[in-house]
């Protein structure tokens, strides 16, 4: 579908007239699921009763501490937590109560208006990968991650269909100064795509900045009545807020942008080993941060998150799309349900070196776990690779026509006259065939879900073009897909002030590679 | 685990003491599944009514074909059916009615009591791809299958922990008259594995040769009294039985062996493109299949069957691994359920022609899906490749290990005390880790499901050892399970009986390749 808009681009006049063609054509994306199909539910009520009684006494008798935050334990304090050093101890029910001021869903805006997501109740909205400082692809091996890489991925995901978000960190840009990258990324994400994204939570002063593009790109007033980002703050498991974290959440929390709480959890190692154990600390660690987001902002937006793996005994690694795994993203979704809030978990985590095999199974185990167990928000949707450590072009592509899997199981079953098929079933009769009758031919476009990418064809004609496997008929499209790329138009007043704001950031500022 | 067992043999002292060892000590196969979770439930109960209903005027008015079988035919008109020429319409209610005497779950026996399946209720049997013409491996590539790769795939099967069963056609063996290869198949499961397994239903003779030789292997009044077998008889979609598949049918049902009813059904082809209405079919046809076995036994054996794909338009190729293949499978789960009886659906269905990321996202899909959906029968679970058309020795190994997740997410999740670790969470408190705390060293070696086959390894190793990726990996395990492999004992007169039964047979019948 994006090949044929590309090719009608190409046919249009030059200049001025190709300029409005392009402001009124966009590339294709689907959008954002609307489930209409029941969840999985896993845990019974009283198991989810034990876990959230449990988390109120971690919660009220252990704590959890607040690292170099003197202005989080004020804030504690005052809202009647027992402070102690660092740690915070919260009377049984009132970090559910302060929870309570979250909303059970909002709208991140994109500058394209038609790209903006409504994150919890029904929906499943797809980002692709955050963080790998190293990226592969079938030429180029595994290699530090750089900016042109970085921009590649932007424009992959615009590009990409099923892909509602074009997400945060899609690999860090390891040739960039740590305390540039957020300018560039950000930059990139609002000038190549028109798909809403994230901001940078690597320092408090590195979201402010995010939140000062966003006043150039939305509007100062648009983005302090409006959610424009959803950032990914991650709790220090077991049981601790950091400060460069918190600080990230404070700013962007003050500013009604939205903030995922997200344990980042290897069970085992910042868990407990058992499935109930690690959810008991989850939900203790997640109502804590969401009161604390409460604290500073009532109503700010806030998503439930729990990113949490399973571990290797033998090895220590971290293992992905095992089935420890799934169980706790089911158990945690009916924890953020009975909370009535977002919930972000899942994504297409892998733990392979390779995007083969082993790399689909374990992220197909995990799409299907983040579709049933209610996600709202999966993060990692694509891309993912090497336990996070990379991201794959391939992979990404891969990935990304699956999501288009998770849109059509989501669209659920119709049992009206029409989907009956009755007449179909009349007219064919035993022994007939279905291919020609009129009910078939009705509805044959939209009936079957039809990857851009797999392989259908015959054998022999399979063969005869190469015997190309999955990784290979990937790269294949990762090339088409960048060379029929467009990029999205933009006001040119707004695109200089954001290169002003970026060029005049980065100068008055030493680089800094910490 | 089974490397282990192997070792403990090849230890053991010469001549008797070893074959007594042998007859002690068997290769590992982990309990077929009994599932501790709920069950995915995609339609609802009214949608569920519509086509109960529906199947019924098909019965009623439509009806089904009995072809070139004028004993069926009789039988029909006995119970109650209008019969046209070969065309049966069965009256509304009739044969749900004549269901009712087929049994909830049954178990099939193995001659090793330990190997022996439940089949229905909580349970999810698993075994292996059935019926491709061709075989493939890294090696050799895809090439037409012999009576020796038959015998590869049983014993790969036999040495497959998380595989419950032997299973029938593993593949075809093309160089034995067709004639004659159930017998050196049957054979071979047997003498090869002691695992369960299917018998032949290309022919009624076949069957009942089948019969006879599991006379020989349990004794004739066990198999009178007792399940041994459960063959897959297909139904002819749309609504024809033909006479092949019932004679088979006719001579199991006779000896109270187990029969799949099971609709082989490519959607948008052999039923209506819509999911309600290829369920309406499916259903329609199952309900008249297993009637027409009750009508030759009462309380013969029976498992609804549901082989149902997807299309792809464009080209005419069936397509695996699809949302609708999902939707189709978990609503068939439901009808299943509200008939009461066994279901069988599902496989490590892929259309990928290697074993790739294509086939493993298909793949998992489906054993999700059929874990989720409730099947208790699950063929093709491991081996199969390319639609169907090929047996493939990595992917087997590959769909073996996957199993293992089914295991493990099927045990359910546990909220003892023990399982919710509070005093574990106590012990390490907030920054802390587990690796070393009590509750991690008493059940660490339990908690995380492990791969015999995937990569977990650090970068750097894995990349000193070759970077190989999931079919290179699968491959070496392959080579790895036929080199440990040892034979399961049996009794030297049973052995001897069964191959002069095969002889005769062999040498009593001429050649055929129909």
Redesign the interface.
């Known amino acids: 579908m994006a090949e044929a808009v590309a090719r009608k681009r190409a046919r249009g006049g030059g200049g001025a007239a190709r300029r409005a063609e392009r402001t009124a054509v966009s590339i294709e994306t689907a959008k954002y699921i609307e489930r209409n ?2 969840l ?5 009520d ?2 989810l009763e ?2 959230e009684t ?1 988390a109120e ?2 919660l009220e ?5 607040f690292v170099e935050n003197p202005g989080a334990l004020e804030r504690w304090r005052a809202a009647g937590a027992e402070v102690t050093g660092e ?1 915070v101890r919260i009377p049984r029910g009132l970090a559910r109560e302060l929870c309570k001021t979250a909303p059970a869903s909002f709208t991140q805006h994109a500058r394209n208006p038609e790209r903006s997501v409504e994150i919890g109740g029904k929906t499943l909205v797809c980002a692709p990968v955050y963080g790998p400082p190293f990226v592969r692809d079938t030429e180029g091996g ?1 290699r530090y991650a750089t900016l042109e890489d970085f921009k590649k991925f932007v424009k992959l995901g615009y590009m990409s269909k099923w892909l509602h978000h074009s997400g945060g960190t899609v690999c860090e840009p390891t040739d960039v100064p740590v305390n540039k990258r957020h300018l560039d990324m950000l930059l990139a994400h609002m000038t190549y795509s028109d798909k809403p994204f994230m901001g940078s939570v690597t320092d408090p002063s590195r979201a402010q900045d995010c939140v000062e593009m966003c006043e150039i790109l939305f509007g100062k007033d648009f983005v302090q009545d409006n959610t424009v980002m959803t950032s990914l703050i991650n709790v ?1 498991s ?3 807020f950091d400060e460069v974290m918190m600080g990230a959440l404070e700013v962007y929390a003050a500013n009604n942008q939205a903030c995922i709480i997200s344990p980042f959890i290897v ?11 690690t959810l ?2 989850v939900l203790a660690e997640v109502m804590a941060g969401i009161a604390y987001s409460q604290l500073i902002r009532p109503g700010a937006p806030v998503i439930f998150g729990a990113f949490v793996t ?8 971290p ?1 992905f799309g ?3 795994a ?2 706790i993203l089911y ?1 945690a979704g009916q924890l953020a349900r009975r909370m009535g809030l977002p919930f972000r978990s899942g994504g297409g985590l892998c ?15 995990t799409h ?1 776990a983040a579709l ?1 167990g209610g996600v709202n928000f999966m993060l990692h949707s694509c891309g993912w690779l ?1 336990g996070g ?1 990379v991201a794959s072009f391939e992979k990404f592509v ?1 990935d990304a026509d ?1 999501l288009g ?2 849109h ?2 989501a669209a ?4 009206d006259e ?5 007449d ?3 007219e ?8 020609g009758c009129a ?2 031919q009705a ?3 939209s ?4 990857t851009d990418l ?6 022999e004609t ?2 005869e073009e190469g ?1 190309r ?3 290979t008929l ?1 790269a294949r499209r990762v090339e088409k897909m960048v060379s029929d790329y467009q990029q999205p138009a933009l006001d040119p007043a707004i695109l200089g002030a954001l290169n002003d704001y970026v060029a005049r950031k980065k100068a008055e500022t030493p680089d800094s590679f910490m």
């Open positions: 199909i029941p999985y539910e896993i845990l019974t009283e198991a034990t876990i449990n006494i971690i008798e252990i704590g959890v501490n740690r595994r220090n077991p049981l601790t069970g085992g190692a910042m868990a407990p080993v058992s499935v109930t154990g008991t600390q399973s571990i290797d005994m033998n090895s220590g690694a293992t095992t089935p420890e799934s169980q158990g733990g392979s070196k390779l995007p083969d095999a082993q790399a689909a199974y374990e992220t197909a185990h299907n049933l090497e450590l891969m699956q899997v998770l059509k199981m659920g079953v119709t049992a029409e989907a009956q098929a009755m179909a079933i009349r064919v009769g035993p022994g007939g065939h279905y291919l009910h078939t509805h044959f476009k009936a079957f879900w039809k797999f392989d259908y064809k015959p054998f399979w063969d015997a496997d999955t990784q990937a």
